[in-house]
């Protein structure tokens, strides 16, 4: 799986959009983009993954860049339960017989929305 | 729809026990993965199965560390002879049966706390 980098941290006021970056420069054509948070001691949360064109759904927005060397999560209106750590993933999708599937999580970008 | 349910959510182990954490996952769903998470780290992958099958567990540690997902019954991840280096938050997560060759994401439980003490 491609290497992601995201930065350490971001601050958010209250309702305004959080976009958070993410650069993935190895990305290869059969790797998808994917999302995850973790909240405070709370298990990962899946958020929305793409491929090449641009996602959207309850939780948020995903934007690819044509060469796709990067992606920018948003989240349209952050509230405080907003506050995470937001892990951007690529992941080959196509596997062949039971290959490896575990995720790969970094360090991500811990989002923390000041009121 | 129940999510994905592990216990016991906090587990108090004295070293050299034996810990079993147990995951049910979602209904439909018969692929789980375990990650273990120690403190102020990131998560780990660990091992993935599917019924009656460990399909990778190149992150399981190679020695007292276990896992099965029998036909009937949870998923359980058993560690014996705890260590304090043991001390995490493993969480299990699971997906459901791909049929065309394409995984789904993966939905995650809320962890079980090991301390060993």
């Known amino acids: 799986d491609a290497k992601t980098t995201q930065p350490p941290s971001m601050d958010c006021a209250e309702g305004r959009a959080a976009n958070l970056p993410c650069n993935h420069s190895?990305?290869?054509?059969?790797?998808?983009v994917y999302w995850y948070r973790q909240i405070h001691s709370q298990g990962p949360q899946y958020i929305i993954h793409?491929?090449?064109n641009n996602e959207t759904n309850e939780m948020a927005s995903l934007i690819i860049t044509e060469d796709r060397k990067s992606s920018t999560l948003i989240l349209p209106h952050a509230t405080l339960r907003d506050t995470a750590v937001y892990y951007c993933?690529?992941?080959?999708?196509?596997?062949?017989?039971?290959?490896?599937?575990?995720?790969?999580f970094g360090k991500g970008t811990h989002l923390i929305i000041q009121p | 729809n129940a999510g994905v349910m592990q216990n016991p959510r906090h587990l108090v182990r004295r070293r050299g026990q034996e810990a079993r954490l147990r995951c049910s996952p979602m209904?439909?769903?018969?692929?789980v993965y375990w990650y273990r998470q120690l403190p102020e780290e990131g998560l780990k992958f660990m091992v993935y199965?599917?019924?009656?099958?460990?399909?990778?567990e190149s992150g399981m540690p190679k020695e007292r560390f276990s896992a099965e997902f029998p036909k009937e019954g949870p998923s359980i991840l058993r560690i014996q002879q705890v260590v304090r280096g043991d001390s995490a938050a493993y969480f299990c997560?699971?997906?459901?049966?791909?049929?065309?060759?394409?995984?789904?994401?993966?939905?995650f439980g809320p962890g079980t706390r090991l301390t060993v003490t």
């Open positions: 997560a699971s997906s459901p049966w791909e049929t065309s060759g394409i995984s789904y994401e993966q939905y």
């Open positions: 190895t990305i290869s054509g059969n790797e998808y």
């Open positions: 793409g491929l090449k």
């Open positions: 993933i690529v992941r080959d999708l196509m596997y062949s017989g039971g290959g490896a599937d575990g995720l790969t």
């Open positions: 209904k439909g769903h018969s692929h």
């Open positions: 199965l599917q019924k009656e099958n460990i399909i990778d």
